[in-house]
């Protein structure tokens, strides 16, 4: 039987604080705001701060805006690496084996809970894959789990797996943990502080000689750290600048207006600037004149432009106004940004690499025991991790042009995004090359219609009762 009362409290001792900035990191992600304003690292707040900020001041204004960069850092990457991932498969295959693949693919979402597993690991710094077969129908499933939804213990010699665990920790009534081996997963509850066990049964993705431990963990790197938690203090930061700037404005006027010897109408004067915008004084000496309140908004907008170029710097990721800041970007500043995210994006992809092949072992043991699959060695099934980038598809066409490659008409037209038909505009161009040229004469290419001057020489129209 896996696991015990010990075993999966020393777990949750060592997974607390990953745990607890994982759930802060998502809860960020999700627009949520912190439960708790007191804290000592930014990091381990459950939400986003800003939001949580109260006035020091009873009444005062506290605005409090929040810029997701962190959001906009994880679809960066996610779409950059895992939106385009295809499957190769060897000829050594035995037969079913890509039908599964295609099956899964298409029918329960493989994509998209694909993409889930790339959304938790750059937001929180890993995620779990849950497999399990439906005890009715004998179908394989899987799920996405948060990076604090889940665990595996590795074996610290050779590196594999020995325990996989999936767990919800809350109120004693609904916190569970399932501890899975290589061939047989036990549920535990916790019942006056003792994690007890409930059920123990065979998961049936393992056997004793084909061992393998359903839970694959998904990491963003071997630190597990994610890519908004890097700059997660530049992103405070920002808000906080943002909040402050919006307060001072909410607060204080801009600008006042200074009146002068008014006397006892004052009353009447501010009536008039209500009702006409003017104001008319008709004391000895008086004057009205605004006193503006100056605000050094540049050096607002040098803080937060440094800072949103150093948090997108810092994820190793892009931002089309850090990119540009006023002017377009040079290919350097262009390519040195696609660079550094390239970079960190290979660390991720040879941590998924693994990854995919523990699934792989998981999957193949699924087909040989319900499927009656041969046995395969699932190094014949790969992957290509085909990178997506925002691209200047105009400047691609002239590059290619320029580099001799020839392309259809119909695929240039597809390319630049013309709303046309090209197979009709081909008809167009075909059917204007063929109508007749007629010589005409100049009077005859340009009549002066009846009642319209004619024009001189200089194309202007002459008066005919000149």
Known sequence: MPGSDDQIKRMLALTGTRDAIAYGMWSRYMLQPATNYWWLDPREADGVPILARRAITPGAVNERLHVPYDREIVSNKVAYFASNIQLVFGEALPPGVEDYYRWWRETQGGQAKIMSLAKFAVDQGTSFAHCWVVSDTGEFRMRSLRGDEGFVDYDPVTGDPMYGYRYFIGAEEYSFCEVYDGVEVTLYRPLSGIWTAQDTRPHGLGTATNPAVPIVEYPNNPERIGNPEMVISLCDAYDTSMSDLSSEIAQLRLSYLLIHGAGSDAAGIKEQLKQAGIIVIDEAGGD??????????????????????????????????????????????????????????????????????????????????????????????????????????????????????????????ELSGLPVDPILEAERIGNERVLPVVDMTAEEANPVMEGQSPEDDNGRGTDPTD
């Open 288 to 413: 009205a004149r605004f006193v503006d309140r100056n605000m050094n908004v540049s050096a607002v907008k040098q803080l937060q432009d440094e800072l949103r170029k150093l948090i997108f710097e810092g994820a190793a990721s892009y931002n089309p106004s850090v990119l540009s800041e006023g002017q377009p970007p040079t290919a350097f500043e262009v390519n040195m940004r696609f660079e550094a995210l390239e970079q960190d994006t290979q660390i991720t992809v040879a941590e998924w690499e693994k990854a995919f092949r523990l699934h792989d072992t998981i999957v193949k043991n699924y087909l040989m025991t319900f499927e009656g699959v041969a046995d395969y060695d699932v190094s014949d099934i790969d992957r290509i991790f085909r990178r997506t980038a925002p691209r200047n598809i105009l400047q691609a066409l002239v590059e290619a042009r320029n580099a001799g490659i020839v392309l259809s008409n119909q695929t240039l037209v």
